[in-house]
């Protein structure tokens, strides 16, 4: 037996149409006679069996053929032939059935940690995802009817938290903070506030607003713009206040209230998420008390801010008054930070945010001096 | 037509045409029996229809102003350039004359002349016989631009573009001449293709999950091959979902038919075979931009060849062309 094997027709082409079986299979092609043409992109070849043979086709007419592919056989006789055949199946022509045997590179790995065979995830059929590998692996456990898959951004802000919780030793302190003068300004609210006193703070507290690098520096940020804590429902965003020195409390009201739209239709552009060098966590339903928050890497910090409380205290002549306060926190990278700092830096913004002169300064629009005075 | 070659389609859609209206004529230089063509797809014409088809001196801006005097006469008419690096010699007679006398002469002339053209690098045929030069086109005036693929029937966009009474370039990726035709249904084992919009809308490439899509690519026809070698690896490399967008009318563009994909996209890459700059990708990615602005995560990628003249060397060549690896490059640094 013989193999029909693809010459080199031309330095062009990446491979041939075999256009025509010049003989039958089954058919004796006498030695030095043509079996088949080959067409390249620019002309046609003959292809010359060196010795002769009865011929067996492993490829069809119009079939694309390579180098040294095999196109064909030449058998010493129809016997030979035959019992060639008997042994080994001809190659398909046709690909085998859609999409089967292609798994992921994602789908093998799980299913190496699972202990499944390769077997069972082609049976799958289609395309084998590392979905499919969960959902065959929560089959088996009896877990499939229970089992909710977080999203991709899900998935994703778990892999944050996970890497603050990790590498993080956070540390926590909180002040009481008067929220009665915010009633007075414009939206009413204490976000815009806090944010514009966690801006003003810069000065005084740089670290809070650095990374740290290696364990040994300190980098200070080149934009100093805040990330706000946003879920509508869909996953936890951390959404960026750019820098807000040179905004008034509306106009930072009006950015949040841009972010809150696009964490509802889930529209968020990157650059609405990218470049913050410091946090804040808002959280400000009626009575919760306090949050605790994540840092996220590679911030210092987080400021939280948790809601309305309506309480009892007593004015300058000892009569009982009532009050709204807020609790106002900051959990801080203790590598950087320490409890003295935190304390500091907090009754700054608290001395800001209780401040009525400070707050109505807020509310317009800071020409570009005072806005890099501030 | 099972086991089809595109050279083969796009002979038997020059045959339909020739013979559809004794009015149409072809012109190209070596376009007559036994060689039939640069690439063959002329074999047989000049046998079949003796007085359509004419073979031509080497003088691409003389072969295009016969072909448009007998435009102006009202007969259809198709050029083939042997290669498309030549239409910057016809560049004169296509901007200033084809596609200027649709509108010049103070009432609407039809003008019907389509240039075919062999474009595209991967035959080692160097700097002057490889090129894309689709962007030197874009924006003329009356002009059409088209590409042919392994979606698309040749004859309806041949045919599309004979009748529109505007001249039209049909660019041909040499490559794909001796590739299967595939037009719609499964291709390989990943993916199926679809027209969902007619034989002259663009193809829609989807694999086993069409509803999911993390990225959206958009390519010509002479692009889809390696486009589809990417969209496999980015899912069974790094399980991203690709749906594969192949326009046969690159210009003008029509943003509609690809809105909805993009605007669902995280990631929509617009790839082509020219050098960077002023290109197809970019005009493209900006009627998107414009389109979607707002409702795009992120801008819109374009890949390119690198700006270099194409060498011959073939491992050269390789470096300059746009491989599946540069598409799945871009598309990972994008959703990184």
């Known amino acids: 037996m013989t193999d029909i094997v693809v010459p080199k027709v031309n330095t062009n082409d990446e491979s041939y149409v075999l256009t025509d079986w010049l003989f039958a299979d089954g058919q004796e092609v006498p030695a030095d006679a043509a079996v088949a043409v080959l067409e390249t992109s620019k002309a046609t070849h003959e292809l010359v069996a060196e010795q002769s043979g009865v011929l067996h086709r492993l490829v069809a007419e119009n079939a694309e053929c390579k180098q040294n592919d095999v196109i064909g056989r030449l058998f010493a006789s129809a016997a030979e032939r035959d019992a060639f055949l008997a042994t080994e199946r001809t190659a398909p022509e046709a690909a085998g059935p859609p999409a089967d045997g292609l798994i992921t590179d994602a789908a093998r790995e799980e299913a190496g940690r699972h202990g499944i065979a390769e077997s069972e995830l082609l049976a799958l059929g289609g395309v084998v995802r590392v979905g499919d590998v969960r959902r065959l692996v929560a089959e088996r456990d009896g877990t499939a009817d229970r089992v909710r898959p977080l999203s991709r951004h899900e998935q994703a802000v778990a892999a944050v938290v996970s890497e603050a919780h990790a590498t993080v030793p956070a540390a926590f302190t909180a002040v009481k903070v008067s929220a009665d003068r915010l009633r007075d300004v414009p939206p009413a609210r204490p976000a815009e506030a806090v944010i514009k006193a966690i801006r003003q703070a810069y000065d005084e507290f740089p670290l809070f607003f650095g990374r740290l690098r290696e364990g040994r520096e300190v980098v200070l940020p080149d934009r100093i713009d805040i990330g706000v804590t946003i879920d509508a429902g869909h ?36 650059a609405d998420l990218d470049g913050s060098c410091i946090g804040l966590s808002v959280n400000t339903y009626t009575d919760v008390a306090l949050v605790v928050p994540l840092i996220f890497p590679p911030h210092v910090a987080m400021v939280s801010i948790g809601g309305p409380q309506r309480e009892l205290t007593l004015d300058r002549d000892g009569r009982p008054v009532t009050r709204t306060v807020f609790t106002l926190g900051v959990a801080y990278d203790h590598r950087v930070l320490g409890g003295r700092d935190a304390v500091r830096f907090l009754k700054h913004l608290k001395a800001s945010v ?13 020409n570009a001096k005072e806005a890099t005075d501030d | 037509m099972a086991g089809e070659r595109v050279v083969e389609a796009l002979n038997r859609g020059l045959h339909d045409l020739l013979g559809r209206d004794p009015g149409t004529v072809l012109l190209g230089e070596d376009v007559l029996d036994p060689y039939g063509g640069a690439f063959r797809a002329t074999k047989g014409l000049s046998t079949r229809f003796p007085d359509q088809v004419l073979s031509t001196p080497i003088s691409e ?51 019907r002349t389509v240039v075919r053209c062999p474009v595209g690098g991967g035959r080692g045929y160097g700097p002057t016989h490889s090129q894309n030069p689709q962007k030197h086109l874009i924006g003329v005036p009356h002009l059409a631009l088209a590409e042919m693929s392994a979606f698309h029937d040749p004859r309806h966009v041949l045919a599309d573009l004979l009748d529109r ?49 993390d990225c959206l690519i958009v390519c010509p026809g002479g692009v889809a091959g390696r486009a589809m070698r990417a969209g496999a690896e980015l899912l069974l490399r790094h399980e991203l979902e690709t749906q594969i967008i192949v326009p046969s009318r690159l210009w003008p563009f029509d943003t509609k038919a690809v809105l909805d994909a993009a605007g669902r996209a995280a990631v929509v890459c617009v790839v082509e075979d020219g050098p960077a700059g002023g290109g197809w990708g970019t ?42 690896e540069k598409i799945v490059a871009a598309v990972r640094e994008a959703v990184r």
């Open chain 2, 165 to 213: 009474g505007e001249p039209a370039v049909f660019f041909e990726d040499k490559i794909l001449y001796t590739q299967p035709v595939r037009g719609e249904g499964r291709i390989d084992r990943l993916w199926v293709a679809e027209l969902p919009a007619g034989p002259l809308g663009p193809a829609v490439l989807t694999t086993d999950r069409p509803d999911t899509l």
């Open chain 2, 61 to 111: 801006n003389g072969i295009v102003g016969v072909a448009n005097g007998l435009a102006l006469t009202g007969r259809r008419v198709l050029v083939e350039m042997m290669f498309g690096d030549f239409l910057l010699l016809a560049f004169d007679q296509i901007v200033n004359f084809a596609a200027k006398s649709v509108s010049m002469y103070g009432r609407r002339v039809p003008l």
């Open chain 2, 283 to 324: 005009a493209v990615a900006h009627e998107l931009h414009t389109a979607l602005w707002g409702q795009l995560s992120r801008p819109v990628v374009t890949v390119a060849a690198e700006p270099e003249v194409i060498p011959t060397a073939p491992h050269l060549e390789e470096t300059v062309r746009v491989g599946p």
């Open chain 1, 235 to 270: 996953g936890l965003y951390l959404a960026t206040v750019p820098d807000p020195a040179g905004l008034s409390l509306s106009q930072v009201a009006e950015t949040l209230d841009r972010h809150h739209r696009s964490a509802l239709t889930g529209s968020f552009l990157q």
């Open chain 1, 354 to 366: 209780e401040n009525r002169d400070r707050l109505q300064q807020w509310t317009t629009t800071p």
